[in-house]
């Protein structure tokens, strides 16, 4: 890094000055540190973390323009009405505008002034445009949603890869400062590697916000749930998240049927629909907003009570964007994810039939697994999340998620995990939850007779549970770390060092209650 002295007192001067706040965010303040120092910056911020700021304030305090790449249109727009209004300058520059605006902007940045422009990426590959670019001062390029440039991401963009060459060309070399949500370490290679970031002090901030209670609730019904919760939080805002059109516009029907003002939104709908649907949201008028994942990106409503996820989304990344959007004010605010093991099936569904080349989806099937391994944790959600991305958390239980709210007792169950465990060995450690769980049950199935799997000793032994128990039990089995699956469409359940110690009884398992008995406690509730 830079040596140069960072005047932070200016910073804040400013922050207080143009936003009215009246300081920075711990993370906030690392990274416009570093971006001041001179240094390529990677900071990763959930949705809500304060992004903005870190790339507008040294904005400010640069003598040249800061460009900022910027994904979606309507987002431009929000944002450079928002520094207008507070009387910082900035500009966009896109398709909405003729091409005399766009000639009045770019005037206004040879004058310098303009502090702040924003393009989509798509503009870097335009010839004219790089040429202007090449007489102006450029300080910074601000890369927001950095993220799209990973194929490992979720909203790969390939255009976010005419970045690095659009600086190379650049007579002076800026900062390059880039943003996104999403911090696995893939798309955290993707993004040094693929931007040319130099050397970049990277920061990771506060995925786990204090204000959020993460649940993940299993065997519910779904719909009754989210009727009765849209019913008890009547005055919350509130997003609803399903997986499919037919499930939005079904739980869309059933909410307003029963009273509750909800809107909706997914790619089925016309623009003006969706627009209309959006502001009346913004706006209060509607309380619950249904939607896909289609709906959220850009979104800057800060009052999110509670997001509710119908239906398990594709991997960590989604959950965590969607979810985050809860809560940006900092007030208590829940997330809930209503799982069940459909869902699972559903995600593989769409994972086939995505045409994409076997390293990708091999990768979406290994986040996939990664997913349904939260939604069976008995650990503290928070600490999960946490360890799945990497930050460092203080080992102290967040207390307000539904792992540390489960005052379900713990039971011994070694003697089921030993009779599991030795029939996957006797299985020979290649087969998948369900085929085990027929064992088991001593199913009389055909691949169960094919194999000759029925004159095992372990055959029917757990004949007292439904398979639909016993597969759960593997899962949950799976998810604290005595059983792994393999990657791939057809994952195999395989036995961990620990699940070898408890066959040798050198380790007791015990675990909460099984989810029948958590159904009767709900409904008490
Ligand atoms: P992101 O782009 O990371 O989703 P934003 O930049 O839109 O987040 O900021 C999220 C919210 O946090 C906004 O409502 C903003 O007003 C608020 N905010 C950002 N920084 C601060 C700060 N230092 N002090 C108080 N509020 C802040
Ligand atoms: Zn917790």
């Given at each position: 890094m830079n040596t140069q002295t960072v005047d932070m007192e200016q910073a804040r001067f400013y922050l207080q000055k143009?936003?009215?706040?009246p300081d920075f965010r711990e993370g906030q303040r690392r990274i416009v540190e570093s971006v001041l120092a001179g240094a390529d910056t990677l900071g990763i911020m959930p949705?809500?973390?304060?992004?903005?700021?870190c790339y507008q304030i040294p904005a400010l305090m640069f003598s040249g323009l800061t460009l900022v790449v910027s994904p979606l249109i309507s987002l431009m727009k929000d944002q450079v009405d928002a520094l207008t209004a507070m009387g910082i300058p900035a500009a966009y520059i896109n398709s909405t505008l003729s091409g005399k605006e766009v000639n009045e902007v770019i005037r206004a940045a040879r004058r310098s002034q303009i502090k702040l422009l924003y393009v989509a990426?798509?503009?870097?590959?335009?010839d004219w445009f790089r040429e202007e670019m090449k007489q102006l001062q450029i300080s910074c390029v601000a890369v927001d949603e950095a993220h799209c440039v990973s194929q490992w991401g979720h909203d790969f963009r390939t255009s976010y890869l005419a970045v690095s060459p659009f600086v190379d060309e650049l007579p002076v070399r800026p900062i390059v400062a880039a943003f996104t949500a999403t911090a696995t370490p893939q798309v955290m290679d993707d993004m040094t590697s693929l931007l040319r970031l130099s050397q970049p002090s990277i920061f990771v901030t506060g995925?786990?916000?204090?204000?959020l209670a993460m649940s993940v609730l299993r065997g519910e019904n779904k719909r009754e749930f989210i009727l009765n919760y849209a019913h008890t939080h009547a005055h919350q805002p509130g997003i609803i998240y399903a997986a499919t059109r037919k499930d939005v516009d079904d739980l869309y029907q059933r909410l307003n049927d029963s009273g509750v003002k909800a809107g909706r939104y997914h790619a089925g709908l016309s623009d003006q629909e969706r627009e209309k649907s959006q502001e009346s949201f913004l706006y209060d008028d509607i309380r619950v907003m249904v939607a896909t994942n289609a709906f959220g990106m850009g979104i800057d409503k800060s009052n999110v009570r509670y997001v509710i996820h119908y239906n398990m989304p594709k991997n960590m990344e989604a959950y965590v964007q969607e979810a985050g959007r809860a809560g940006r004010d900092g007030d208590p605010s829940e997330c809930i994810l209503l799982f069940s093991a459909q869902d699972i099936m559903t995600q593989k569904f769409l994972i086939e039939q995505n045409p994409q080349d076997e390293t990708r989806k091999h990768n979406e099937y290994r986040k996939l697994q990664q997913m349904v391994q939260y939604c069976y944790s008995t650990s503290c959600l928070k600490w999960e999340m946490l360890d799945y991305f990497g930050e460092d958390h203080?080992?102290?239980?967040?207390?307000?998620c539904s792992s540390c709210r489960d005052e379900r007792e713990l039971v011994d169950r070694t003697r089921d995990a030993q009779i599991v465990f030795s029939c996957i060995h006797r299985m020979r450690e290649r087969f998948g939850v369900a085929l085990i769980a027929a064992v088991l049950k001593g199913s009389r199935n055909k691949k169960v007779l094919q194999y000759g799997f029925d004159q095992l000793p372990t055959y029917a032994m757990l004949r007292a549970l439904t398979e639909k128990q016993i597969s759960e039990l593997i899962n949950l089995f799976i998810a604290e770390g005595y059983l792994r699956l393999s990657e791939g469409q057809y994952p195999i359940v395989q036995l961990e060092p620990l699940a070898v110690d408890v066959l040798k009884g050198n380790h007791t398992v015990m675990m909460r209650a099984p989810e029948a008995d958590k159904n009767v406690s709900d409904s008490k509730r």
């Open positions: 143009y936003y009215g706040y949705t809500g973390g304060g992004k903005s700021v990426p798509e503009r870097l590959e335009l995925l786990g916000r204090d204000n203080d080992n102290k239980p967040c207390g307000i």
